[in-house]
C-alpha cells in the first residue's frame, strides 16, 4: 500500500513538473559551455597573436588608455588571464554618488566591458554594439533558465524575483522529491528480494534487447538511480539563488556566508596623508603572482584610498579546481591585510564556497563541465522516459481483451459439419449401422 501511494505521488508530481524540469535540465545543460560557446563564436576577443620578443604592456598603462578613450568613467574591476595568448577584461562604470554603497558583483551589469590587446593596448571589441549572436543565446538561455522568459515581478518577493522564477524555484523543489520517492521505487520491493543479487541488479542494467515498454522503463529507473546525487546537487544549489531564506538557512547550516564574495566589503585601511600616491596595480599584481603562480586573476579597484584592492585568483586547467582564493592588498604598502585560502577553511565553509562552481558545473574545471553537460542532459530525458512509459502503460489497459483462441481438432471439426465421429482404432467400437 505504501509503495503505491509512492508511486502516484511520483507520477502527479511528475506531471505537474515535468514540462519545467526538462527545460530547466536541457538549458543548464546548453549553460555549462555557455563562455566556450562565446569564446568559440568570437575568438577575436579572447585571443591575440604573442608577438616575439615583446612583453605585455603594465596593467596601469591599459587603465589609464581605457580611462582617457571612455570620458567620465573608471575601471572598477579587470581579468588577467594565465595565458599570454588571451585578452585583459576592463570593466568601467560612471562614478558613484557618495554614500551609495552596491556589491561589487552587481556593477558588470551596469558597466562597459571592453577586451584589450595587452602587447598593443589596443581594443579589440566595440562597446557599444549590440551583443552577437552567441551572446544572444547565452542570454536567451540564461533567461528561460532562470525564470521561463516570465520576467514578471511578484510584489513582496524582492526586486529580483518574478513568477517565471517561481515557477522554476517550486519544479526545482519537487524534483527533489521526486528524486527522493524515486529511490523509494528503486529499491526491492520486499526484504526478501533485498536478499538476492537478481533484484538489485534489475535497478542497475538497461534491457535495450527488451520490449519497447521494458527498454523505457529501465531507461526512466536506472538512469534516475544513477543521476541522484549529482541531480540533487544541481537542484539543491539551485535554489540558493531563488530564496533568501533558504540561502540563510544554508548559510547556518555550513557555518559560513554563501556568496560571500558578492556582498562582502572589503577591509579598510589607514591610508597615507595626501599627496603620497599608491603603488601600481602592476607591482600589486607581481606581489600575487609570487603568492599564486599561474592563476587567473580578478582584480577589483577601490574608489576610495581607505579601501583596500581584492584579488581573487582561480587556476584553469582540465582537471583544476576552480575554487577562489582571496587576498587584500594595501596599496600604499605592498602588504596583504587579508587572505583568505580555500585549502584552509573547514569543510562547512568549503561547501558554501563551492556552490556556485557545484551549480555552474566547473568545480573541477573542464573536467566536471563535461560530466555535469551529460548529467543535466540525461536529467532531462527523465520526465520524458517516464511520461511515456505512462502512455504506453495506460493504451495497453485500454486495449479490448483479446479472445481466447479455440484450437479445434478432427472430432470438433466433424461435429460441426453434422458427421458422426470416425471410428478410431482400438476404441472397441464394432457396431454396424
Given at each position: 500500500m505504501l509503495r503505491k501511494t509512492v508511486h502516484q505521488l511520483h507520477f502527479w508530481l511528475g506531471i505537474v513538473s515535468g514540462a519545467v524540469v526538462f527545460i530547466v535540465c536541457l538549458t543548464g545543460a546548453m549553460l555549462v559551455f555557455r563562455e566556450e560557446i562565446?569564446?568559440?563564436?568570437?575568438?577575436?576577443k579572447y585571443y591575440v597573436r604573442v608577438p616575439q620578443n615583446r612583453d605585455a604592456l603594465p596593467v596601469d598603462a591599459l587603465i589609464k588608455k581605457a580611462e582617457s578613450e571612455h570620458a567620465g568613467m573608471r575601471v572598477e574591476m579587470l581579468t588577467v588571464p594565465e595565458q599570454k595568448n588571451r585578452?585583459?577584461?576592463?570593466?568601467?562604470?560612471?562614478?558613484?554618488?557618495?554614500?551609495?554603497?552596491?556589491?561589487?558583483?552587481?556593477?558588470?551589469?551596469?558597466?562597459t566591458k571592453i577586451f584589450m590587446n595587452p602587447y598593443t593596448g589596443e581594443t579589440v571589441n566595440n562597446?557599444?554594439?549590440?551583443?552577437?549572436?552567441?551572446?544572444?543565446?547565452?542570454?536567451?538561455?540564461?533567461?528561460?533558465?532562470?525564470?521561463?522568459?516570465?520576467?514578471?515581478?511578484?510584489?513582496?518577493?524582492?526586486?529580483?524575483?518574478?513568477?517565471?522564477?517561481?515557477?522554476?524555484?517550486?519544479?526545482?523543489?519537487i524534483f527533489a522529491v521526486e528524486c527522493l520517492t524515486g529511490l523509494v521505487l528503486w529499491l526491492p520491493r520486499s526484504w526478501n528480494s533485498m536478499k538476492r543479487w537478481s533484484s538489485w541488479k534489475q535497478g542497475l542494467t538497461v534491457k535495450f534487447?527488451?520490449?519497447?515498454?521494458?527498454?523505457?522503463?529501465?531507461?526512466?529507473?536506472?538512469?534516475?538511480?544513477?543521476?541522484?546525487?549529482?541531480?540533487?546537487?544541481?537542484?539543491?544549489?539551485?535554489?540558493?539563488?531563488?530564496?533568501?531564506?533558504?540561502?540563510?538557512?544554508?548559510?547556518?547550516?555550513?557555518?559560513?556566508?554563501?556568496?560571500?564574495?558578492v556582498f562582502q566589503k572589503p577591509e579598510k585601511i589607514i591610508p597615507p596623508p595626501e599627496g603620497v600616491p599608491p603603488l601600481s596595480i602592476a607591482?600589486?599584481?607581481?606581489?600575487?603572482?609570487?603568492?599564486?603562480?599561474?592563476?587567473?586573476?580578478?582584480?577589483?579597484?577601490?574608489?576610495?584610498?581607505e579601501t583596500a584592492l581584492t584579488i581573487q585568483t582561480r587556476r584553469t586547467g582540465f582537471f583544476a579546481l576552480s575554487v577562489q582564493d582571496k587576498t587584500e592588498?594595501?596599496?600604499?604598502?605592498?602588504?596583504?591585510?587579508?587572505?583568505?585560502?580555500?585549502?584552509?577553511?573547514?569543510?562547512?565553509?568549503?561547501?558554501a564556497a563551492s556552490v556556485s562552481a557545484l551549480h555552474y558545473g566547473n568545480i573541477t574545471g573542464l573536467s566536471s563541465k563535461i560530466l555535469f553537460f551529460f548529467v543535466s542532459l540525461f536529467a532531462a530525458t527523465l520526465p520524458v522516459t517516464g511520461v511515456m512509459w505512462r502512455v504506453r502503460k495506460w493504451k495497453k489497459k485500454q486495449r479490448p481483451p483479446v479472445p481466447p483462441i479455440t484450437v479445434l481438432t478432427k472430432t470438433s471439426i466433424n461435429i460441426q459439419v453434422g458427421r458422426a465421429p470416425a471410428t478410431v482404432a482400438g476404441s472397441g467400437n464394432t457396431s454396424n449401422p
Open positions: 562565446i569564446m568559440l563564436a568570437q575568438p577575436e585578452t585583459v577584461t576592463l570593466l568601467l562604470i560612471k562614478p558613484q554618488p557618495k554614500g551609495r554603497v552596491m556589491p561589487a558583483a552587481y556593477t558588470r551589469w551596469l558597466g562597446p557599444g554594439e549590440p551583443p552577437s549572436a552567441a551572446e544572444m543565446f547565452v542570454i536567451i538561455t540564461r533567461e528561460l533558465h532562470r525564470n521561463l522568459l516570465i520576467n514578471i515581478p511578484v510584489p513582496g518577493m524582492g526586486t529580483r524575483s518574478s513568477a517565471g522564477g517561481l515557477i522554476v524555484a517550486a519544479a526545482t523543489i534487447r527488451a520490449g519497447w515498454g521494458r527498454c523505457l522503463y529501465d531507461l526512466h529507473n536506472t538512469l534516475g538511480f544513477y543521476l541522484l546525487i549529482p541531480v540533487l546537487i544541481l537542484a539543491l544549489t539551485g535554489l540558493c539563488w531563488s530564496f533568501s531564506w533558504y540561502r540563510a538557512a544554508v548559510s547556518t547550516l555550513c557555518g559560513d556566508t554563501v556568496f560571500k564574495n607591482q600589486i599584481l607581481g606581489k600575487q603572482r609570487q603568492l599564486t603562480p599561474d592563476c587567473e586573476l580578478f582584480v577589483t579597484i577601490p574608489r576610495d584610498r592588498w594595501n596599496r600604499f604598502t605592498g602588504e596583504a591585510v587579508m587572505t583568505e585560502r580555500f585549502a584552509d577553511k573547514s569543510f562547512g565553509a568549503k561547501t
